[in-house]
C-alpha cells in the first residue's frame, strides 16, 4: 500500500494533538499559589452516620466515608474521612460506593471536593472523535485538528490575555477570531477561492456582530456582570476588567461558528456550481449563493437563539414561577436584556455575512479565469 507523506504528517499531527489534549486532562496539576493539593480518590464504602448538626442545618445529611487516593504521592492509601451536606442541591455531593471523587488534602485527613467528571468527559470527547474521523475520513482528521486549535488559543491566548494583560480586549477578540477562521478554512479545505470566500463572509460577519455588540452594550446600559460566575471574577480577581469588554468577546466568539458555518455552506455551493457550470456568470452565482443562504438561514438563527434560551432555561424557568411579576420589569433585567441582545447580534452578524460571502466568492470565481 502506497503512504503518501503529506497525509501520513497530517495524521501524525492530529493524533499527537490528541496525546497532548488526554495527557492535559489526566495530568491536571494540583493546587497553586499556596493551595491545597487536589487528588483523585475512589469511594470504598459509605455508612450513614448520627448528624451533629442536623439542628442547626435541617435536611443535613452526615457519612463516614471510606476512600482510597488513586492519584499524587499518598497513592494506593487508604482513609476514613466524615463528610456532610447541607441540604443544598448546587453543592451537596451524596458519594456512593464505586464513585470517583476529588479530595482535597487537609492536614492529617481529606475533603471531599466534587465528583471526577473526566473520565466521563474523555469517553465523549472519544466518541466525537472517532465518529468525526469515521464518517469525514482525513476532513475530519482536519477538522478535529482545527477543534484543539481553536480550544487552545482561546484557552492559552485570549484568556491569557484577560487575566494577566487586560487591556485592548475587543481587538484581541477580533483577531483571535480572525486567526480561527483563517486556519480553519485553510486546513480543512485548502488553499482555493471557496476558502478565501469563505473567510471573507466571516471575517465581515464577526466585524458586523462586534460592531453592534458595542453599540448595544452601550445603549442597552449592559454592564457584562449578569450572572453569579462574573460577579465573583469582578470582585475577586478581574477588578480592573470592564466586564462590557468581557460580554462583547462572548457574543462575537458565541456567534462566529454559525457564521463561519453558513460562510462555507454558500461558498462551497457557489464553487461547486461553477465547477459543474463553467460558464456560469457572475451574476448567477450571486444569486445561487443568495438562495443558499436564504435556505441556511433560518436553522442557523434558531440555533443561535435556542442555545441561549437552553444556556438561560433555570433563569427563563424561575421569573415564569413568579407570573405576579410585570413584563415590563422582567425585560429590563440586566441579564435577560444580555441573553437577548447576544442573541440577535449573533442572528444579525449570521445575516450580513450571507451576502458578503455571496459577493465576495463570485467575484473570486469569475475573476480567476480572466487573471489565468
Not at 474523555?122 to 482536519?142: D, E, H, S, V
Amino acid at each position: 500500500m502506497k503512504i503518501h507523506p503529506q497525509r501520513f504528517a497530517r495524521f501524525l499531527a492530529v493524533c499527537i494533538a490528541i496525546l497532548v489534549l488526554l495527557y492535559a486532562l489526566f495530568h491536571l496539576p494540583g493546587g497553586e499559589d499556596g493551595d491545597p493539593p487536589t487528588y483523585k480518590a475512589e469511594v470504598l464504602s459509605v455508612t450513614e452516620t448520627e448528624n451533629e448538626i442536623k439542628e442547626f442545618a435541617p435536611g443535613s445529611l452526615q457519612y463516614e466515608v471510606q476512600l482510597r487516593i488513586d492519584s499524587g504521592s499518598a497513592e494506593g492509601t487508604e482513609a476514613t474521612i466524615t463528610h456532610r451536606t447541607l441540604n443544598n442541591p448546587a453543592f451537596d455531593i451524596h458519594p456512593q460506593e464505586g464513585d470517583n471523587i476529588i479530595v482535597r488534602d487537609e492536614n492529617d485527613t481529606y475533603a471531599i471536593v466534587d465528583y471526577d467528571r473526566l473520565p466521563a468527559m474523555l469517553f465523549l470527547l472519544l466518541g466525537f472523535a472517532a465518529l468525526l474521523i469515521l464518517f469525514g475520513g482525513m476532513t475530519g482528521l482536519k477538522a478535529l485538528l482545527v477543534l484543539l486549535f481553536a480550544v487552545l488559543l482561546i484557552a492559552k491566548g485570549l484568556i491569557a490575555f484577560i487575566l494577566f494583560a487586560p487591556s485592548h480586549i475587543l481587538l484581541w477578540t477580533i483577531l483571535i477570531g480572525a486567526v480561527i477562521t483563517l486556519a480553519t478554512q485553510l486546513i480543512v479545505n485548502g488553499r482555493n477561492v471557496k476558502s478565501a470566500g469563505a473567510i471573507i463572509g466571516t471575517i465581515g460577519g464577526i466585524l458586523v456582530a462586534g460592531l453592534l455588540a458595542v453599540l448595544a452594550i452601550h445603549f442597552t446600559y449592559l454592564t457584562g456582570v449578569s450572572e453569579e460566575q462574573a460577579g465573583m471574577l469582578k470582585a475577586l480577581y478581574l477588578k480592573d476588567v470592564d466586564f462590557r469588554e468581557l460580554l462583547f468577546s462572548g457574543i462575537v466568539l458565541g456567534a462566529l461558528g454559525a457564521v463561519m458555518d453558513v460562510a462555507v455552506s454558500i461558498a462551497s455551493a457557489q464553487y461547486e456550481m461553477k465547477l459543474l457550470a463553467p460558464k456560469t456568470k457572475f451574476q448567477t452565482l450571486v444569486s445561487s449563493g443568495l438562495n443558499v443562504g436564504r435556505d441556511v438561514m433560518g436553522t442557523m438563527a434558531n440555533t443561535l437563539v435556542l442555545a441561549y434560551i437552553g444556556g438561560a432555561l433555570p433563569l427563563i424557568l424561575l421569573i415564569s414561577a413568579q407570573p405576579d411579576i410585570s413584563l415590563l420589569h422582567i425585560m429590563n433585567l440586566n441579564m435577560i436584556a444580555t441573553e437577548v441582545v447576544r442573541s440577535l447580534i449573533g442572528s444579525i452578524g449570521l445575516l450580513c455575512a450571507i451576502p458578503i460571502t455571496a459577493y465576495a466568492t463570485a467575484f473570486l470565481i469569475t475573476i480567476r479565469p480572466r487573471r489565468k
